[in-house]
């Protein structure tokens, strides 16, 4: 059984700062990729941002120069640093981690329940 926990999320005003923080627990033997994808009402989930077990990071357009992902592998923890947020920002936020829970086998995506990020006008 594994599961990712996110925290961090809340209200704030457009132009302010908010980090989350996604920690991975249970059997797990190695993680991937690990990520944060948003939700807004009405539209799909999408890409925030992705870095591997190396430090490689990805962004999507809309957040670069913004937002910073970074990883603790040895908590097994993912955060997502997101300054001068936007009002289009507001979503839910989802973290993503491709893990295996052996040694063999392929990585299969595990999500976290979300987390809501507000950001008022």
């Known amino acids: 059984q594994v599961q990712l926990v996110e925290s961090g999320g809340g209200l704030v005003q457009a132009g302010g700062s908010l980090r989350l923080s996604c920690a991975a627990s249970?059997?797990?033997?190695?993680?991937?990729?690990m990520g944060w994808y948003r939700q807004a009402p009405g539209k799909q989930r999408e890409l925030v941002a992705v870095?591997?077990?190396?430090?490689?990071?990805n962004y999507a357009d809309s957040v670069k120069g913004r937002f910073t992902i970074s990883r603790d592998n040895a908590k097994n923890t993912v955060y997502l640093q997101m300054n001068s947020l936007k009002y289009e920002d507001t979503a839910v936020y989802y973290c993503?981690?491709?893990?295996?829970?052996?040694?063999?086998?392929?990585?299969?995506?595990?999500w976290g329940q979300g987390t809501q990020v507000t950001v008022s006008s």
């Open positions: 249970g059997s797990i033997f190695s993680i991937n990729d």
């Open positions: 993503n981690a491709h893990l295996k829970t052996t040694s063999w086998g392929r990585p299969i995506p595990s």
């Open positions: 870095i591997t077990r190396g430090g490689s990071t």
